[in-house]
């Protein structure tokens, strides 16, 4: 594409933001918005700047990769239109079941090899404009070579032994050991040596009925005793007190020996084994965890080269969510800073950490084990969080993490680092996103970041449309930069065709939840009017601020679940957009209520509802109750905040927290109700009215962003039905239609009334708009058919067919030729059932008369698998909807003959089903092909 005047001045005003650092946000649009084209489209959206667009999780096989290769794929990036890539450290995906030979030692993670690798990457992305992100540790959880598991900086945990002493007998003997290996082995791995060191000796009395064999042993917590200092050398020796039998707990704490790799468990080129250092799990809750990070990368990691590139090209650095094996989190900081930040002791309460192995009694052990959640979600916000984010900022770099998995407040972590990060795949329903994107708005993060495309069993079948389908969901939750899992490296020993593919069934066995797109895929020959559809939503999502219609309080820790938070879809099927928010997050100063809205300068909620929530800090408390009288509406579900989560002075906090709560329910600006379906109706007796307020019930979910009098909304239908209804948007002006595929606009027909405007909304199941309300600009006209439409059934199909060729990375290709009288999948043709490539359908057709008198033609493609383009006379037309594939060939239709070329592009599933039968044979075929009806309709205008 040539380099209009138009075109270089917006190229060099999103350059701007890149080299400034700022991925959204008011910033990204006032940079952009200077370099509109005039015609109502502006230039952000209709070419939407690399910095906008997804980008890539790309694996390498440890350092045995080629630096011309390496190159060559970022250039394939590139051309394809994403927006850059992030790094990430494959090589243990390389299975053992063959011969493989890499030698960790020479193409290791950090090796020389790997750095001379990286900065040809990095050089290559300031090249072609890409932004480069890195991956904090050779795999995750984030751990580096050269720990050891006991050692300064390595992951802890809290492991006990127990053993149970009669009423009056007397223990004299060794301790109770710990009776499992450490959390962190598992198969494969070798098990490292711990030395458990003896942190306390607790006696208690069992309660009536419980023995030390029970599942959970229940303890009286008024009779625990603490007898550490008894200990000599190891032994006890101690009587028990008469009345009830006596459990004896030796505490002790050690490294979890979790390996995230495993570098001495290959061959080499020669017999003799090669052994490196392994790369222990770093402590996440300590402050030596994050140094020893910090000190590795600036020692071995970061030249003065990589480090200069960085700054130019430089994104994030990325660290995977908290998957830590342990019995119990622990860091040699966290008594004194339990002490600290909670008040009391934690000794006499250290069993009911393991799990749920102890019990003091349901409200105390609730009490305590919220209390030392809370401590280590302090402990990995302030000694890993904030100390890694101030350390990648440095360097000219952002952090990017996924502050969940483990019990940490993920929704303040979200609003505390600088870009949060969710996942497609580990959230199984979109509270998950909602709840980091209400971290996220309330911190001021302009970007939400997504995992994105890792589905089970997915390698070799996964469209783009499925790709596109779940990101469309998860842009509705708050989602505006997907990386996607992922593009794989080409090549790796043992690996066969189409190539190297990590989490593949090619290496790790039968199960996979990973596609490796790329080159090496024929759908990826249609790869750029995917990157550019996502890219526009991108920027979309991220002009201007936020304007969220509801907060829900969610004071539970961990993000990931497996559940909705919020379960009644009534609030949504409404129109009302929600996010949640935690305790942690509401202590924030940006947490402030200002003319009845909260975070006025951000999301701008109406209201905060509780749902049933039966415990709450008293200073949470307050701060709602200081939203009430400031004139945020409080929607009260159910159950009312009864008792304080912790255990300090927890009598006296109880009585508070009453207090407190009475005062907030008797403010004019709460509402009581009884059930999650009673919130929608009474917000709408409050005056609350949804931003996207739909006519009747809908499975549209929206997205509002507000930029000085403009107004965006993206729209989504989650729905398994069409959908055609009218709805109501905040804002007053003539609606526009952004259509994210093509980059053109078109004005609606729409009315005004009350200060909103209100507009007639057609989607698809899965397909996704943009609609913008502007104050200037005129309604535009109607379509209506205007008479018969035309069928074509003749078609001439030339397909492209993908074999492996001779080696794992060389394709062959073969050419079929066949005649059509109507169309059909692929699977359903003997010549065509096994075949995996492109097709490309050509047929020649008469204009008929009776189309010369309309204004237009649309041309609907019925049923594509997976994507399409669209040729006609020549002529490339716009890319196509791949959920809705209907063009509008406006009057490009000629008298006499046209000829229509539709090319199609497929998932190598089908022939890998014969050519690794052993893997992929199992597989259904898949219905490839332009399935049609392929349909031609004349159309009039109307005002």
């Known amino acids: 594409m040539s380099s209009t005047p138009s075109r270089r001045r917006f190229l060099q005003a999103a350059g701007a933001v890149v080299a400034a650092g700022t991925f ?225 707990v030796a505490l002790w704490t050690r490294g979890t020996g979790q390996i995230v790799n495993m570098y001495d468990a290959k061959k080499t080129g020669d017999a003799s084994p090669v052994t490196s250092p392994q790369s222990y799990v770093v402590d996440h809750f300590g402050p030596d965890g994050a140094r020893a990070v910090i000190d590795y990368w600036d020692r071995d990691l970061l030249t003065a080269e990589i480090r200069g590139l960085l700054r130019q090209v430089g994104g994030a650095v990325f660290e995977d969510s908290l998957e830590l094996k342990t019995t119990a989190h622990w860091t040699p900081s966290l008594p004194a800073e339990f002490a600290r930040r909670r008040g009391y002791d934690l000794t006499p309460y250290l069993p009911l950490l393991i799990g749920t192995s102890f019990s003091y009694g349901d409200t105390v052990t609730s009490r305590v ?189 961990n993000a990931s679940a497996d559940a909705p938070f919020f379960t009644d879809t009534g609030l949504r099927r409404a129109g009302y957009a929600y996010q949640f928010l935690s305790h942690g997050a509401l202590a924030l100063p940006q947490a402030r209520v200002s003319n009845k809205v909260l975070v006025p300068g951000g999301p701008a909620y109406r209201a905060l509802v509780l749902n049933n929530q039966t415990t709450m800090p008293v200073t949470t408390a307050k701060t709602l109750l200081d939203f009430a009288r400031r004139g945020l509406t409080v929607v009260v579900i159910g159950d009312i905040p009864a008792a304080t989560p912790g255990y300090y002075r927890a009598a006296s906090e109880d009585e508070e927290l009453a207090d407190v709560i009475r005062q907030l329910l008797a403010q004019r600006t709460v509402l009581k109700v009884s059930t999650e379906a009673d919130v929608a109706a009474a917000l709408s007796r409050a005056g609350i009215v949804p931003d996207f307020h739909p006519s009747s019930g809908t499975d549209l ?8 009098a403009t107004h965006y909304y993206y729209l989504h239908n989650a729905g398994a039905a069409a959908t055609n209804q009218t709805v109501s948007l905040a804002g007053s002006g003539v609606v526009y239609r952004y259509d994210p595929w093509t980059g ?133 037309l716009p890319p196509v909807n791949v959920f809705n594939p209907v063009l509008d060939l406006g009057n490009r239709l000629r008298n006499g003959k046209n000829t229509l070329v539709i090319q199609v592009g497929t998932t190598l599933n089908n022939r890998l089903r014969v050519s690794r039968p052993d893997l992929f044979g199992g597989n259904a075929r898949q219905d490839y092909g332009l399935l049609g009806p392929v349909t031609l309709v004349p159309y009039n205008r109307t005002t």
């Not at 009017?529 to 201007?544: E, H, M, P």
């Not at 979910?701 to 000085?708: I, K, T």
Request: proline share 6%.
């Open 701 to 708: 979910l929206s997205v509002h962003r507000a930029d000085g």
């Open 24 to 248: 959204g946000g008011t910033a990204f649009s006032s940079a952009v918005a200077a370099a509109g084209n005039g015609n109502g489209v502006p230039a952000w959206f209709r070419n939407p700047a690399l910095v906008a667009r997804p980008k890539f999780r790309w694996w390498w096989p440890g350092a045995l990769v080629d630096n011309t290769e390496i190159a060559a794929e970022v250039e394939a990036m590139a051309d394809a239109g994403f927006g850059g890539f992030e790094i990430a450290d494959v090589w243990d995906s390389v299975s053992g079941t063959g011969d493989e030979t890499i030698d960790p030692v020479r193409y290791g993670w950090g090796t020389p090899r790997w750095n001379s690798a990286v900065v040809t990457a990095l050089r290559t992305a300031k090249k072609r404009g890409l932004t480069a992100d890195l991956t904090i540790g050779p795999h995750w959880p984030s751990a580096i070579p050269g720990l050891t598991p006991d050692g300064k900086g390595s992951a802890k945990e809290l492991i006990h032994g127990v053993a149970a002493v009669a009423a009056g007998a007397t223990f004299d003997s060794a301790l109770p050991a710990p009776a499992k290996a450490p959390s962190g082995v598992t198969t494969g791995n070798p098990s490292p040596v711990v030395t458990p060191v003896l942190h306390a000796v607790l006696a208690a009395r069992l309660q009536e009925g419980s023995t030390v064999a029970d599942e959970v042993i229940k303890l009286d917590e008024r009779s625990v005793t603490n007898l550490t200092s008894t200990v000599d050398n190891g032994r006890l020796r101690w009587t028990a007190p008469q009345g009830g039998s006596w459990a004896l």
């Open 369 to 557: 084990r919220f209390d030392y959640q809370q401590t280590l979600s302090d402990l990995f916000l302030d000694n890993r969080v904030l100390k890694l984010k101030a350390w990648c900022n440095s360097l000219g770099l952002q952090f990017r993490n996924q502050p969940y998995g483990a019990s940490v407040d993920s929704i303040l972590a979200a609003a505390r680092t600088d870009i949060p990060e969710g996942e497609s795949l580990g959230f199984s329903d979109l509270d998950s996103f909602r709840a980091l994107a209400g971290g996220g708005a309330l911190g001021g993060r302009p970007l939400l970041s997504d995992e994105a495309g890792a589905f089970f069993n997915g390698a070799y079948n996964t469209t783009w449309k499925k790709l596109a389908t779940t990101l469309g969901a998860n842009y509705a939750a708050g989602v505006n930069q997907a990386v996607i899992h992922g593009f794989a490296y080409s090549d790796a020993p043992g690996a066969q065709w189409p190539g190297f593919a990590a989490f593949s069934p090619l290496f790790g066995g039968s199960i996979s939840f990973a596609e490796a797109w790329g080159p090496r895929q024929p759908s990826w020959t249609h790869a750029t009017d995917v990157s550019a559809y996502l890219g526009r939503l991108q920027a979309v999502l991220r002009t201007g601020t936020p304007r969220v219609d509801i907060a829900i309080y969610h004071q539970e820790f």
């Open 744 to 876: 053109d606009a078109a004005a609606l027909p729409s009315t005004r009334a009350n200060g909103r405007t209100q507009v007639s909304v057609q989607l698809v199941p899965d397909e996704a708009t943009v609609l913008v309300v502007r104050p200037a600009g005129q309604a535009g006209p109607v379509q209506t058919d205007s008479g018969p439409s035309l069928t074509l059934t003749s078609w001439s199909l030339q397909v492209e067919d993908w074999r492996p060729g001779a080696t794992a990375t060389q394709t062959t290709k073969t050419v079929h030729d066949l005649q059509l009288t109507q169309l059909t999948a692929w699977s359903s043709l003997d010549e065509l059932a096994d075949v995996s490539g492109i097709g490309t359908y050509t047929t020649t057709f008469p204009l008929p008369s009776t189309f010369t008198r309309a204004a237009g033609v649309r041309l609907s493609l019925g049923a594509v698998f997976d994507t399409a383009r669209v040729t006609l006379n020549g002529e490339l």
